[in-house]
């Protein structure tokens, strides 16, 4: 069974960080090409940042965000920096089984839960 567990969302005023973090299992995590979306309300989900399963970020809509993954631990993050208030949104990393990495988020198979990022101005 395939999961993904999100954490260390919280709510900070803007201009301070946070770091994500995604627990996988079920999955050979180091095969695996790893995203972070979010999905504020009344928006469309979007990709925040892509990484491939060599680790190479090979997406990131946000210069103050990073995105990174530790193989040996099956743990993706996401360090966000500089947080603004339009950055608030519940937060999700997800995987795929295709060889290359995918943009769109229906082409992603499984998700987590989510953890919830606000930021107040």
């Known amino acids: 069974q395939v999961r993904l567990v999100e954490s260390g969302g919280g709510s900070v005023q803007a201009g301070g960080s946070l770091r994500l973090t995604c627990a996988t299992s079920?999955?050979?995590?180091?095969?695996?090409?790893m995203a972070w979306f979010r999905q504020a309300p009344g928006k469309e989900r979007e990709a925040v940042a892509i990484?491939?399963?060599?680790?190479r970020a090979i997406y990131s809509a946000e210069g103050r965000f990073t995105i990174s993954r530790d193989n040996a631990k099956n743990t993706l993050y996401l360090q966000m920096n500089s947080l603004k208030p339009e950055d608030t949104a519940m937060y999700y990393c997800?995987?795929?089984?295709?060889?290359?990495?995918?943009?769109?988020?229906?082409?992603?198979?499984?998700w987590g839960q989510g953890t919830q990022v606000t930021v107040s101005s």
């Open positions: 997800a995987t795929h089984p295709y060889a290359l990495c995918r943009v769109r988020p229906a082409d992603f198979v499984y």
């Open positions: 079920g999955i050979t995590f180091s095969n695996y090409c």
């Open positions: 990484i491939d399963a060599s680790a």
